[in-house]
């Protein structure tokens, strides 16, 4: 159980030391690929939805007011 506990240790002091060395590089990701991934998201999902809208085959529920009439009223004679 030492020796696990010590690898343990170990590893979270790697760890803390890669975070603080990789904190003071500069943060340029965004910068460099951010509208790209956001091109690319958008790009996705429109044409996912467009797929969907014109090849799924689904049923669209569409609203049925004005289409819909009510049955009538039944009386419940005693």
Request: proline content about 3%.
């Amino acid at each position: 159980m030492y020796r696990f506990a010590k690898a343990a240790v170990n590893i979270t002091g790697q760890a803390a030391r890669q975070v603080r060395h990789g904190s003071s590089v500069r943060q340029d990701f965004h910068y460099k690929y951010g509208n790209s991934i956001l091109i690319g998201g958008a790009v996705f999902c429109t044409a996912v939805w467009t797929y969907v809208v014109t090849q799924a085959d689904i049923t669209w529920g569409l609203s049925p007011v004005g289409k819909v009439m009510p049955k009538e009223w039944r009386v419940d004679e005693e």
